[in-house]
């Protein structure tokens, strides 16, 4: 299953329960915003964890922070959690300089690790 | 880019930040910043940007890459006719927010460069200018 994917658009792929977006491209907010909407209304349709992969990222300024931060809190309220996977050491650094952080959200180093965190996790 | 050159990119859409971006990401690393200085900067011009747009409604960014005996820094100065800020110490304080950010986006902007000014006038619009100086990047022999 998967979502549509125009023209900058980010796809979102679904694993069972998990579903997975893997960022590969610099996102323009609209882009940003057409996938926190795809991934909340695919959650919303039954998953326990969003994978937002990130590795492909080369900034997280404070307008993608918000919208990964209310993926996460959307996600929270549907009784599933969301991971950050993969992020870069340079953003993390500017984050932090910054004074950002990505409330509600865990990070794992890699899609491997991000998926690990739900095996071994019973279904609701 | 070579030194002095001044770079002048429009700022009306979030298409254009995005090339913003690339522009100043181009030419960090075409001056020699580090990983780290780049994507610094880079952010804080897509911050810087995103105000030019959704708050000053639109405008332009100016790109340099300037020297001084001390090594080399990109200076970008973002710059629009908008409704000016009424209080800059409440806009560059964490947590204040008139759109639909963080509430970070200057004050997180400005811990981002090493000099940051803003020249804003209630119905004068914005001038905002930011400068990275490179620990990495060698000064260029003239």
Redesign the interface.
């Known amino acids: 299953m998967t979502a549509d994917a125009g023209a900058g658009r980010v796809s979102v792929l679904r694993m069972g329960e998990i579903l997975i977006a893997a960022i590969q491209q610099?996102?323009?907010?609209?882009s940003a915003l057409a996938l926190q909407s795809d991934l909340t209304e695919m959650a919303a349709a039954g998953a326990r964890g969003v994978v937002i992969e990130i590795s492909g990222v080369?900034?997280?300024?404070?307008?993608l922070?918000?919208v990964l931060?209310e993926i996460a809190a959307a996600t929270n309220m549907l009784a599933g959690r969301t991971v950050v996977a993969g992020m870069?050491?340079?953003?993390a650094?500017?984050l932090v300089?910054?004074?950002?952080s990505l409330r509600g959200l865990e990070t794992a180093r890699s899609l491997e690790d991000a998926m690990a965190l739900f095996q071994g996790q019973a279904g609701r | 880019m070579s030194l002095d050159e001044v770079t002048r990119l429009e700022i009306g859409s979030d298409v254009q930040i995005a090339g913003a971006r690339q522009a100043v990401r181009e030419a960090a690393v075409a001056a020699g910043f580090s990983l780290v200085e780049q994507t610094k900067i880079v952010t804080a011009a897509s911050e810087l940007a995103r105000n030019t747009l959704v708050h000053g409604g639109g405008g332009h960014m100016e790109l340099a890459v300037v020297e001084n005996s001390g090594g080399r820094a990109i200076r970008l100065t973002f710059t629009d006719d908008g409704p000016g800020i009424p209080d800059v110490d409440a806009a560059l304080s964490d947590g204040y927010s008139t759109g639909n950010g963080l509430g970070l986006g200057l004050g997180g902007a400005r811990r981002l460069v090493q000099e940051f000014t803003i020249d804003s006038r209630p119905g004068g619009g914005t001038t905002v200018t930011a400068v990275a100086w490179s620990r990495t990047a060698q000064r260029v022999p003239r």
Do not use: K, N, Y
């Not at chain 1, 610099?26 to 609209?30: I, K, N, R, W």
């Not at chain 1, 300089?97 to 950002?100: A, D, F, S």
């Open positions: 610099e996102l323009t907010d609209e080369e900034i997280v300024d404070s307008f922070a918000r931060s870069r050491p340079s953003v650094i500017t300089e910054m004074g950002l």
